[in-house]
Nanobody, 118 residues
């Protein structure tokens, strides 16, 4: 089975930066799309950004320019560079992957906490 392991979250001061990583492991034929979503307490999970295997990206409009998604297909890893963070970015960030291994799969990581506070 495929698993996603996230890392890079933590506590950062406003204006700071964090780089999240998410590595896929297990058995699969391909991962077509990887992405990041986030969920703050009391809010629903929302899109941060996605990236296809070919490099096509999609960002939430409010985050475009501050966040950058990238992936290393050879390492089956997706990254999220977050710059100029503000307290409103505080949330649990979840990695997502859609791919195939005999059947299509759509899986989520366990989430990594990002807290932006003075």
């Amino acid at each position: 089975q495929v698993q996603l392991v996230e890392s890079g979250g933590g506590l950062v001061k406003p204006g700071g930066s964090l780089r999240l990583s998410c590595a896929a492991s297990g058995r699969f034929f391909s991962i077509n799309v990887m992405g990041w979503y986030r969920q703050a307490p009391g809010n629903q999970r929302e899109l941060v950004a996605t990236i296809s295997r070919g490099g096509t990206t999609n960002y939430a409009d409010s985050l475009k320019g501050r966040f950058t998604i990238s992936r290393d297909n050879a390492k089956n890893t997706v990254y999220l560079q977050m710059n100029n963070l503000n307290p409103e970015d505080t949330a649990v960030y979840y990695c997502n992957a859609v791919g195939t291994y005999f059947n299509r799969f759509n899986i989520w990581g366990q989430g990594t906490q990002v807290t932006v506070s003075p």
